[in-house]
């Protein structure tokens, strides 16, 4: 059963060294070792992106409202509008530093809805997207993903708490 897994990735990030009691950080999207992502901004909500010591903003109905991240080396290139400026990591997140919602995707294979903070790395030649969410918005998301949907009620409470 895949939720199994899941569940334990979600158990290993909540007893590792660098979670705390409220936050979790997930990498997400590495099933598809991506060289090439991209980060929209939501309706009604802007992403404030740190690349290289500058910032970005990425919002709906701004002329920007999506930016392309893509590897070289092991370098990032964070394309916002046609300027492309190179970093060796990326981060997102709302106007006031904390949580915000994003769709990251991998062009022409996923595409996915966070809530949280973004962190982008380069290692090993591919692309490492870490979201940091908190605990409650986590476990919601896994049991969400992971659970049927005609499922019960009941059921999705007792998946959540195991």
Known sequence: MPGRGYLLLLFLLLS???AS?????IGVLGLFHPHQI???ATRGEAIVVTAADRNF??????GVGAAEIRISGNALLFDFGG???QASEIRAAGR???P???VLAVPGKISRFYRGTLVVKAVGGIIVPIVTMDLETAVASTVQAESDPDAPPEALKAQAVV
């Not at 009691?21 to 950080?25: G, L, N, P």
């Open 57 to 62: 903003v990425l919002a709906p109905g701004s």
């Open 38 to 40: 991209t980060l929209s």
């Open 100 to 102: 915000v919602n994003f």
């Open 16 to 18: 590792g060294p660098c």
């Open 21 to 25: 009691a409220q936050d979790v950080q």
């Open 83 to 85: 300027e492309v400026v």
């Open 96 to 98: 006031n530093n904390g």
